[in-house]
């Protein structure tokens, strides 16, 4: 039938919302379906995945090799991983996940180093000789979604779990902030900027930090109510 969202499923099936999610994110992983959005319409469809890639044999290869070229792929963007990170980010069981990193330890596609301040963890085998230098002075905001904030999903939620992070901060190339608020479909204010850096610099990065969260929170449509718990004027 071509693509169908969830509402046109229920429609054909007669099954509920709840039982359809389930069954497309495991076929998803499966690599049976996939989700696209081709137009600005604000549902978006499931096809079927060997009718857009036909040429893709599922069969043709182990998942250990594919999963060892997707993580290579990660590790080449992302410079250095702890298990940690590497966990996170592909959200592998972490058994078959070390004995993955170990195989591929082994066949020295990957080699393990230790960074200051960071710990235990792996580089790609061309990379063992980088340096690992201080960055240079900046400040970002990024996305909940973006890789490098899902590889450091277990750390982030150690430090802001118990608070409603809209997006983090990225700090001298470190996770050294969160923006805070409630989100929700349409315009919503920043209620909060938690910066964890000592209070002299807090108040140093102050108009640098604001310039970088409202790129994306501005009037007329959001707000930055406070920075560091103190109301922004």
């Known amino acids: 039938m071509g693509g169908l969202t969830p509402r046109q499923i229920k429609e054909e099936t007669g099954l509920l919302i709840k039982g359809i999610m389930p069954a497309l994110h495991r076929l998803q992983e499966a690599f049976l379906v996939h989700e696209d959005q081709v137009d600005s319409e604000w549902e978006r469809c499931w096809y079927d995945f060997a009718s857009e890639w036909p040429e893709i044999d599922l069969e043709d290869i182990p998942w250990e090799a594919a ?37 591929m330890e082994k066949n020295r596609a990957m080699a393990p180093v230790t960074v200051e301040r960071i710990g235990e963890g792996w580089v790609c085998q061309e990379d063992v ?28 939620k150690r430090r802001f779990g118990d608070r409603e992070a809209l997006q983090y901060l990225l700090i001298d190339g470190a996770f050294q902030g969160a923006v805070l608020g ?38 007329p449509h959001s707000r930055i109510l406070r920075y560091d718990g103190k109301a922004v004027k």
């Open 182 to 219: 409630h989100w929700r479909i349409g315009p919503h204010d920043v209620e909060d900027i938690a910066v964890e850096l000592p209070a002299p610099k807090r108040r140093q990065r102050r108009e640098e930090i604001l310039k970088a969260v409202a790129r994306q929170y501005r009037p």
């Open 129 to 156: 000789s980088l340096r690992a230098d201080s960055a240079p002075p900046s400040a970002f905001m990024v996305h909940r979604a973006d890789t490098l904030v899902l590889s450091h999903a277990s750390e982030l």
């Open 67 to 103: 999963a060892e070229r997707v993580l290579l792929r990660f590790l080449r963007g992302h410079v250095f991983a702890t298990m940690e990170q590497v966990k996170d980010w592909s959200q592998l069981p972490s058994r078959p996940l070390r004995a993955l990193v170990s195989g």
